[in-house]
């Protein structure tokens, strides 16, 4: 990780779970993380716990709503203005409604193609575009996918989520080609979790509380350091080694 000592890291959705896992840990080995959601207060208590433990980097909140473009566009903006530009990417923002194909409304499906489809593409789009303008050929992009995204879930109300997360497989994929294409080093990889022990449970279940404990106290779930590490691995291979996908599941988890 030494390489991407005091370079720039933007994590969406880094007020919570596993976005607020891999932003204090990228700071953790030196980098200059912006960290963005709509709640940022949250993410100010981070970047307070990381400043006082003497962590090598930085953690930087940033307010903004992914599901609004312009808020995405801003947000770069004022990135390139006060750190020069994006080198690392971790598309992690996602929603999860419980909405399913026959009867869900479409409000529950806009949202989570807001956010986990297009806010995840424009800023891909824009850390490509701010690493091209810099002639960075060196940089990662990677999507916190979901194994989701690889199978169809035996359950309605994940259905319309898991159609969000095979696009994200498929963006990837698509992301590696033209990358490819452009004769750019840069690198694309995706994480693919099953179950991880995070507040997405309680939400998608806010109408039952203790469905989601009693789901959460079944098996031994994964740790949001789990996804974490596997984004240190991700980053930590050398420039030649392209990992495109990771998928890890608890090992009690049936599928």
Known sequence: MDRWKGRVALVTGASMGIGAAIAKSLVQHGLKVVGCARNVEQIETLAAECARSAFSGTLIPYKCDLSVEIEILSMFTWIKDQHKGVDVCINNAGLAHPEPLLSGKTSGWRDMMDVNVLALSVCTRETYQSMKERKVDDGHIININSICGHRVPNNAKGHFYSASKYAVTALTESLRQELREAKSHMRATSISPGLVETEIHYRSFRKNPEKAA????????????????????ALSAPPHVQIGDIQMRPVEQLT
């Open 214 to 233: 009693a789901m959460c106290k079944s098996i031994k779930f994964l740790q949001t350091d789990d996804i974490a590490n596997a984004v240190v691995y």
